[in-house]
């Protein structure tokens, strides 16, 4: 069992109300092999939502060294926290070893996310549930 994000599912859940769907992903699901989360929903963040980036990295915002910024300023930190820690458990509660996220994202990116300017500009780092994932010893892979 894995946990994927819910977008590559094809659920409309990103923060511009669209999916990223991957075949491959959707049949994991389907066959009852991997769980779909959406650690933002998870949160309280409704969809669409304001798009967000990271004043950091995911491991400095779940150190309190970090914020994650909409793109009309808002602080929405607590809901990305909240939404990993969400998402954390319900990893846990299934015994899951291993996740599948969507690259990129404040949430899931791994390695490689936005760098706070929206100017779509990457930087290396992870998004909040990717970094909260790999502290507990979640392997993290990003599509």
Excluded: H
């Amino acid at each position: 069992m894995i946990v994927v994000s819910k977008c590559l599912t094809g659920e409309c859940c990103r923060y511009d109300g669209k999916s990223k769907p991957d075949p491959e992903i959707l049949a994991l699901v389907e066959r009852g092999g991997a769980i779909p989360v959406c650690p933002e929903q998870l949160g309280g963040l409704p969809t669409p939502r304001t798009p967000a980036e990271l004043q950091g990295d995911g491991s400095a915002v779940l150190e309190g060294r970090a914020r994650v910024i909409t793109a009309d300023g808002r602080d929405v930190t607590k809901e990305y926290v909240c939404g990993a820690y969400k998402a954390l458990r319900i990893a846990n509660e299934a015994g899951v070893k291993k996740a599948i996220l969507k690259s990129k994202s404040p949430s899931c990116g791994s390695g490689e996310i936005y760098d706070g300017s929206f100017s779509r500009r990457l930087t290396a780092g992870d998004g909040v549930t990717a970094a909260l994932f790999k502290r507990a010893g979640i392997e993290v892979e990003t599509r």
